[in-house]
């Protein structure tokens, strides 16, 4: 990573495992809530990132993870999402509103639960530790009902920066990750925060895709900002505005939480 342009997500993931996970237990705000993304999906809340985006709607668990949510086992997770998903008869599993690969222990004891159930788990990533790290994706090849979803936060280098406040140079490892999950033949697909880029950086986005895989042209999500009211004021506080939305854009177009 470069220098003083910025915290490095991957000692930042590091740094918040210590506070997030205890032993094979990561910290969690809840353990099953409806959500309509996909046709209906079942989410946990977990506890803590590796990105400080000024546009996340997801506060505590991000900005305060010492003082938010409690530890979980993942078979306590598989029972709150298990009871939850079938509930509301969801077979899509998730944890959001933090990265999905903190606590890589934790994840895995729980993907060995989901891979004998009748869900399907979706991995909600910025994709910057399996870009870093190639055993990740390696990994995961080795589960069926896991499918990763990787979360591209803005159009270039510089907007990464600007909204996350991060090395600039870490944008690129969502592109690797991407690559590293379908060179492992993992089930993924890439979705890319728009609201502050123009139709030009989000043209550029989809040839570097295209670049990795032209195949993933087809899943690319856009997703836009929720402008909840701490959202609102964070935004403001960094002079950052959102956008109306961009013309050029993939045919699938889904809005989504974070
Ligand atoms: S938007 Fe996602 S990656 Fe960014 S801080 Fe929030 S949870 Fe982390």
Redesign the pocket.
């Known amino acids: 990573m470069s220098k003083n342009k910025g915290y490095d997500p991957i000692a930042l993931s590091e740094k918040t495992e210590r506070i997030v996970v205890d032993g094979n237990r990561r910290k969690y705000v809840q353990l099953g809530r409806p959500l309509r993304f996909y046709g209906g999906t079942t989410s946990a809340t977990e506890v803590g990132?590796?990105?400080?985006?000024k546009?996340?709607?997801?506060d505590q668990?991000?900005w305060n993870p010492k003082n938010t949510g409690r530890f979980y086992s993942p078979q306590e997770v598989f029972d709150g999402l298990t009871a939850s998903a079938r509930k509301y008869g969801h077979t899509l599993i998730s944890a959001s509103?933090?990265?999905g690969t903190i606590g890589l222990d934790h994840l895995f004891e729980l993907l060995d639960l989901v891979e004998n159930s009748e869900f399907i788990y979706i991995l909600e990533t910025?994709g910057l530790n399996i870009g870093a790290d190639p055993s990740i994706a390696k990994r995961l090849s080795g589960y069926e009902r896991v499918h990763v979803r990787v979360?591209i936060?803005g159009a270039s280098e510089e907007e990464f920066h600007k909204l996350?406040g991060a090395d600039p140079e870490a944008y690129d490892l969502a592109y690797k990750a991407l690559s590293l999950l379908i060179e492992q033949g993992v089930s993924c697909n890439a979705c890319l925060?728009a609201s502050f880029s123009d139709a030009d950086g989000v043209e550029k986005v989809r040839r570097r895709l295209a670049g990795v895989a032209p195949g993933i042209l087809k899943s690319l999500e856009i997703e836009r900002i929720k402008q909840f009211p701490k959202v609102r004021s964070r935004l403001q506080k960094y002079g950052l505005k959102a956008n109306k939305g961009v013309s050029c854009v993939s045919p699938e177009i889904i809005a989504t939480d974070?």
């Open positions: 990132c590796n990105l400080r985006c546009f996340c709607f997801s668990p991000v509103a933090s990265e910025n979360s936060k996350t925060m974070a």
